[in-house]
């Protein structure tokens, strides 16, 4: 019987797996036995054994248009990132997102979305791919809208494809794909049963520090692996971070901003895999995947908070960020090697994935005591029950000079004879120190850091905090700033007793009552004592207008509309002497998530057979997915660093609890209802994918490969459970209501009714007036569809389900007519079905409106491949062409203006703008490549471990889609595609002894990104905006365009004994300014996050024009340092 393939190499003698040649019996051997033959090296997976740059695949193995780099490429390489796996790469670049860091891959001219990426078989996060929701919402840094990443401690290895191959991967599988596999303790223990690696790095761009142990073990009929990584850093400096100016210097903050704002950022990745094997020809596997990227800091360069630019003013609030990427797969698998009629090897994999792209921003004052919303230059206290002065005494006040203006009013002057203020002095009678400017740099009295608030009488005491029965002192104070201050006279209140009464003559020489009130108020555990005064005047028989009878305090007299007792006013004349900041900093905040529950059955089979000794490899499979898609919007406000003087409630709600009244602010927390911009989705697919690799003799082979998928969209929306859609978003934009204008209750007291109170009802609560009862029943009527229209809307676009199916094909062959060439001919196709919020997203304004359309169909692309290799042994060369075309690319179109109406005709006069994602575009991209790998040991055995590479990759493509100018005018035209990098040349020398020590050179140079090879999709809008004389109309190239550089590194290890490894790595040699395509294609021409200065302007710190794009260059020179032991 066949062995199971992880343990059967086991049993074979060294000399066996010298041996094991192309032969095959049958396709299980063969699976067992490929393992062997990378094993027969004397060093294991995780051993730093590189030929060149990478871990060498057999020139027959190699698949045309594919790189596979394994987990000694990642080593040999010190790859930590997305960044660093495609660094040596050609043809493949990363998406960049300023603050959310890397966004998946571009690949063919396409990116993100259009590259599909798994991990174990199972696709990852897509970001919001519909245009309209990315100019809308990308510029302002409120969603993490970025595909997520993986830790590259636990990969096996990485298959990056190039070109068109939606058999591969299924839908998303345009420009290509980049499918990772995690590592299994079967990649250790081919030999042992136990196996253990810590390992330990640090990496100077960043400063990021990682450990990660490794452990697998075998035991009877069980094995296990655990791979834990910890990585600890910030954010990657940029060329020149130390010289640049940083906070509060003017200039460090905004879109001037030229060093890279700071984050702290960590990674933390668990994989646990249990494997249980019960016999020779069954496995069952356990499988826990946890990733969580999480990243905090400050967003000096976002653009609207307000400047910092003197040290010693007070600090206001600004934004800080909290983003994080975390990924959860949870997996079973069934494995079976019972070779029959049907399969030689059998996988079924249960797995359950969850995915959140997570973005937190928090605005709120982080200086402590210098935060301009805790100010209290006086240095006042509360002690006792009282407030006192600094030094803990009972407050004096004093009249003194004030300032004022002089008479031609050119400066400000204290006259001895002139205008008075209040001031609060010591026991020597002078006045306590406070600022003598305000923020205007006007100078100010004492006095006008006091409260003069509407709240300046009033006072919220916590009682877990401070004395809450002392005597409170109360002045009387006449005038204002303008005329002067005068002390009338004091009040002492006793803050244990409900109620303090005074009587006292108003300089108009009427009676007043001055009402002082402590209230009790609870919130949960925690009490507190609301301290105000008010006040109420003396009437006189026939002095009230609308009750000449009435004779009492104007407070306990009856209102005749309301019924009700007029009550106290405030009293402005007395007043609290305390400061005039809020007394707590606000923290706004933001949490806005997108989550992605993936549940997943994946059905593997291989089968190997001979038909007339054509050998066939044959491997099909059968996939069931469920998808959910959520976007969950949060929001609120809470206090930070509370002082005694902050205003902690403003209302008592229905459960007697103190709270804050919607709308305003205090330092009771406030959470607003969850809401989304997107309905969520479910998305079911099926699929059924066959790929064979036929060998037809030595000189002949083809691989054929066909997938059919079937997805079905299914919009749902539940209001009781779901967060709720802004109703502004939908009203009336795909049913109409009856009016489109909010009904307005009709008033009892118009004309056209004969109503006498308020209700217009009798005391048998009959109507005053029929026509009133009817106007009323035909309001409320209207007022119901009229508020139920969202909810229509909704039911609307959740009927909308949608259904897509696709048949893919692949055509490969390879032909070898001489031992020193191999031909090799590749036909793809791939496709992309829309993304539920292509779909269905839907925003309405004046200036920006999208509608859905659920009846978009799928991209398209077919890709066409040729190579030769030339190759001898180690060496090869290969030079290849291919072309790519897509169809049905999905763009945002303007469909014109649209006045929406009611069914009865009613509308708001508003033209609004309307958008439409449609299915416009086509594009192409065609180009060249060139990939050597010359071992100077082939030459002679003198040169051993010595070699050299070359990589060169050349693209060229355009897109036909609309283009817009300033005047709103539509075309169609041809225009350069941006995501296309420039050509980019990779030289390598790299020389290996003995697996004891080694090194390896990369010369990288990427040639300078063209003008005619951009695109500006702004273009319309900056003609409006740019005032430049020399601007040309016609000139629809990108603004930031990188310029050619050259790079340097190298990468050296040395092995001390056999389990120590000791690598270093130099980056950059020398420290070269210079920026890539990539990053620059992230600067915003709008919005408050990835602007630069792009005019000067020294009032918000822009000395030059384009100042800000420092932030976006790469880091100078840099190391990294990695030492690992293996047991």
């Known amino acids: 019987m066949n062995k199971v393939c992880n343990y059967a190499s086991s049993e074979l003698s060294p000399q066996s797996k010298a041996k094991i040649g192309l032969k095959r019996k049958t396709f299980v051997t063969l699976s067992c036995l490929l393992p062997v033959v990378v094993q027969a090296e004397p060093t294991r997976l995780e051993e730093i054994n590189v030929i060149g740059e990478q871990e060498m ?7 045309i248009a594919e790189t596979v780099k394994t987990a000694k490429n990642f080593e040999a390489q010190q790859i930590q990132s997305s960044q660093d796996l495609v660094k040596y790469e050609t043809g493949v670049s990363v998406v960049e997102k300023g603050r959310m860091g890397s966004s998946g891959y571009s690949i063919r001219g396409v990116d993100e979305n259009r590259v599909n990426i798994t991990i174990d078989g199972l696709q990852q996060a897509e970001t919001l791919s519909s245009q309209g929701f990315k100019e809308l919402f990308e510029g302002y840094g409120n969603f993490n809208n970025t595909r997520n990443g993986v830790e590259i401690e636990t990969l096996k290895q990485v298959n990056i494809a190039k070109g068109a191959d939606s058999v591969k991967s299924g839908s998303g599988a345009l420009g290509g794909a980049v499918l990772f596999e995690t590592k299994d303790a079967r990649d250790y223990l081919i030999d042992k049963p136990f196996y253990f690696k810590v390992k330990t790095g640090y990496g100077s761009a960043d400063g990021q520090y990682m450990f990660s142990p490794t452990l697998a073990a075998r035991w009877k009929q069980f094995d296990v692996l655990a791979i834990y990584t910890d990585r600890d850093g910030h954010e990657t400096e940029n060329f020149g971070y130390d010289s640049y100016p940083d906070i509060p210097a003017k200039g460090a903050q905004g879109r001037s901003r030229q060093k890279a704002d700071p984050y702290h950022i960590t990674k933390k990745s668990t994989l646990l895999k249990l494997g249980f094997n019960p016999n020779d020809s069954n496995r069952f596997t356990i499988m826990y995947d946890d990733y969580k990227h999480h990243s905090r800091g400050h967003d000096w360069s976002y653009t609207l908070a307000p400047l910092m630019t003197d040290a010693d003013k007070p600090e206001k609030e600004s934004r800080h960020t909290n983003d994080s990427s975390t990924r959860r797969n949870v997996a079973f698998s069934y494995e079976n090697y019972d070779s029959n009629w049907l399969w030689d090897s059998l ?27 805790v100010q209290n230059p006086l240095g006042l206290q509360f002690k006792n029950g009282d407030i006192v002065d600094k030094n803990g005494n009972k407050l004096m006040l004093k009249e003194v000079p004030s300032w004022e203006w002089n008479d031609d009013y050119s400066a400000q002057i204290k006259k001895e004879n002139g205008k008075k203020t209040l001031a609060i002095v010591d026991a020597k009678g002078n006045a306590f120190p406070y600022p003598e400017k305000n923020q205007f740099d006007q100078k100010q009295n004492q006095s006008d850091v006091w409260d003069t608030s509407v709240d300046k009488g009033n006072l919220w005491i916590d009682c877990q905090s401070e004395n809450c029965n002392g005597s409170l002192t109360y002045y009387n104070i006449e005038g204002n700033s303008w005329n002067g201050y005068k002390l ?83 009293a402005d004349n007395w007043q609290l002497i305390k400061p ?54 949060r929001s609120g406000y809470g206090p930070k660093n509370i002082k005694w003087w902050a205003k902690y409630f403003n209302m008592i709600d229905k459960n007697g609890q103190v709270a804050c009244k919607p709308g305003t602010s205090c330092t009771i927390p406030h959470e607003e209802k969850p809401t989304t911009f997107l309905i969520p989705v479910e998305t079911k697919t099926g699929a059924f994918a066959i790929n064979d690799h036929v060998r037809v003799n030595r000189y002949v082979s083809f691989d054929l490969g066909y997938r059919y998928d079937h997805i079905n969209h299914q919009p749902h929306f539940n209001q009781e459970t ?113 993304s539920s919020d292509e779909l269905y997203f839907t925003f309405k304004h004046p200036d920006f409106s999208i509608v859905a359309n659920p009846d978009l169909k799928a991209e398209l692309a077919k890709t066409k491949e040729l190579a030769l290799t030339f190759h001898h042994q180690h060496s090869f060369i290969t030079l290849g062409a291919f072309k790519t075309n897509y169809d049905n690319f999905i763009q945002l179109a303007f469909q014109g203006y649209k006045q929406f109406t009611g069914k009865d005709g009613s509308t708001n006069g508003i033209p609004y703008r309307m958008y439409q994602n449609i299915n416009n575009s086509k594009a192409w991209v065609k180009g060249f ?42 075309r169609k035209i041809w225009y350069p595609i941006n995501m296309i990098s420039p050509m980019k040349q990779v030289f390598s020398l790299g020389y290996h002894h003995e697996n004891k020590y080694g090194i390896d050179f990369y010369f990288t140079h990427v040639s300078a990104k063209k003008a005619k090879d951009t695109y500006n999709p702004y273009h319309a809008a900056d003609q409006i905006r740019e005032q430049s004389p020399n601007y040309d109309p016609n000139d629809i190239s990108a603004k930031y365009l990188s310029k050619s550089y050259d790079i340097f590194d190298a990468i050296g290890y040395i092995k001390p004994t056999k389990q120590v490894t000791i690598q270093l790595g130099i980056y950059n040699i020398f420290n070269k300014k210079y920026a890539t395509w990539e990053s620059l294609q992230s600067i915003r021409r709008f919005g408050t996050s990835n602007m630069i200065c792009q005019a000067e302007n020294p009032t918000i710190g822009c000395f030059t024009q384009n100042q800000g794009i420092e932030r976006f260059y790469a880091p100078g020179r840099n190391f990294k340092i990695n030492v690992s032991m293996t047991f």
């Open 580 to 633: 005039s900041s809020p007394g707590y900093s606000t923290n706004l905040w933001t949490d806005r998530k997108l989550n992605t529950d993936l549940q997943q059955i994946n059905i593997d089979l291989t089968k190997f057979f001979s038909v007339k000794e054509v050998e066939n490899e044959l491997a099909y499979n059968f996939v069931l997915s469920k998808m959910d898609k959520q976007m969950i919007n």
């Open 929 to 970: 490549h060139i990939h050597s790998h010359l071992a100077l040991g082939d030459i002679t055995s003198m040169l051993e471990g010595l070699s050299v590479g070359y990589k060169l990759e050349y693209q060229k493509g355009r897109t036909f889609g609309i283009d817009e100018n300033a005047q709103g005018e539509q």
């Open 488 to 570: 009338k006279g004091k009040q002492a209140v006793d803050l244990s007793q409900p109620q303090t009464i005074l009587e006292v003559e108003n300089p108009e020489g009427k009676r007043e009552r001055i009402l002082f009130s402590v209230d009790d108020h609870q919130n949960k555990d925690h009490f507190y004592k609301e301290v105000k005064v008010q006040k109420t005047k003396w009437i006189n028989k026939g002095d009230a207008w609308d009750d000449k009878n009435y004779s009492g305090w104007q407070a306990d007299k009856i209102n005749s509309w309301t019924g009700e007792k007029i009550g106290y006013e405030s």
């Open 722 to 834: 779901d967060p709720a859609l802004p109703q502004g978003l939908l009203q009336g934009m795909y049913v109409k209501p009856k009016t489109l204008i909010r009904p307005q209750k009709p008033s009892w007291y118009a004309k056209q009714f004969n109503c006498k109170t308020g209700s217009c009802k009798n005391a048998d609560g009959s109507y005053q007036d029929p026509k009133y009862a009817q106007a009323l029943q035909e309001y409320e009527k209207n007022l119901a569809d009229y508020l139920s229209n969202p909810q229509k809307n909704i039911d609307y676009l959740v009927s909308r389900k949608r259904k897509f199916s696709h048949s893919s094909y692949s055509l490969a062959t390879a032909l070898d007519p001489f031992d020193f060439l191999r031909v090799q001919l590749k036909y793809a196709t791939g496709f992309r079905a829309p």
């Open 57 to 63: 695949l057999p020139i027959r193995e190699k698949k």
């Open 347 to 373: 996988k079924v994999t249960y797995s359950h994935q969850k995915i959140t792209q997570r973005a937190r921003t928090d605005e709120y004052c982080d200086g402590g005591e210098n935060c301009d919303s």
